[in-house]
């Protein structure tokens, strides 16, 4: 089993639409927790961090759910801008970790007009 | 702005070359990490460094090793490449730390092509 596991997507919306990605990982002492956002041909770059208690950014809001070891990132009315690979992210902290981040394969999501 | 450099887009080599990936960053960052990206499987961790001199294995180090001699320099070496070796490389850094060694940034990438 992956260590972190996105739906690969593709997701197709319309301008203005709702999505929502989810993410589960599978070690339970997991203690940080992120999504990235990777446009094409570009390099990842931090979306925003990931709390227990939820957080929103804009029309961006991330979720946490510790007891299933779940992620979710909704975007609410999407734009073309939003178009990109959205990379879940999840980190252990202490020994040997040193900040190592371990990466889902990544959500593809396309706005179109 | 943080500054992560890798010193080239796109590489092509031939099987059995020694390949080189460079990678400097501006900001005095501690912590270094080389991944690979492929379709399907994402971001691979193949190794990173927390200090000068100092390495650590990530999730698929063979066939590659590193070097830091240089806290702003991380390189990346194909002793022998491989045609599975083909894909995109990225270096990231990020600072020491709870708080700011979560957070990486990275470099445009190398697409490395073996044939």
């Known amino acids: 089993r992956k260590e972190v596991e996105q739906d690969p997507g593709p997701f197709n919306v319309p301008e203005g639409a709702t999505v929502a990605f989810n993410c589960t990982y599978s070690n339970s002492a997991s203690q940080s927790f992120f999504w990235y956002r990777q446009d094409c041909r570009k390099e990842p770059k931090l979306l925003m961090s990931v709390y227990s208690s939820g957080n929103e950014d804009g029309r961006f809001t991330a979720q946490l759910n510790r007891a299933s070891q779940y992620i979710s990132l909704l975007i609410r009315d999407s734009k073309l801008s939003d178009s990109a690979t959205y990379l879940c992210?999840?980190?252990?902290?202490?020994?040997?970790?040193?900040?190592?981040?371990?990466f889902g394969q990544g959500t593809i999501l396309t706005v179109h007009p | 702005d943080v500054k992560v450099t890798q010193s080239s887009r796109y590489l092509v080599k031939r099987t059995g070359e020694k390949v080189f990936l460079e990678c400097v960053q501006d900001m005095d960052h501690e912590n270094m990490f080389w991944y690979r990206q492929d379709p399907g499987l994402g971001l691979r961790l193949i190794y990173f460094?927390?200090?000068?001199?100092?390495?650590e294995k990530g999730d698929i180090p063979e066939g590659y090793s590193v070097s830091r001699e240089k806290k702003e320099r991380f390189s990346l070496i194909l002793e022998s490449a491989s045609t599975n070796q083909t894909s995109m490389y990225l270096c990231a850094s990020s600072e020491s730390g709870l708080e700011g060694g979560n957070i990486q940034y990275f470099g445009a990438g190398t697409r490395l092509s073996v044939l």
């Open positions: 992210v999840v980190t252990l902290i202490g020994g040997t970790s040193y900040g190592k981040l371990t």
């Open positions: 460094s927390y200090d000068v001199k100092m390495k």
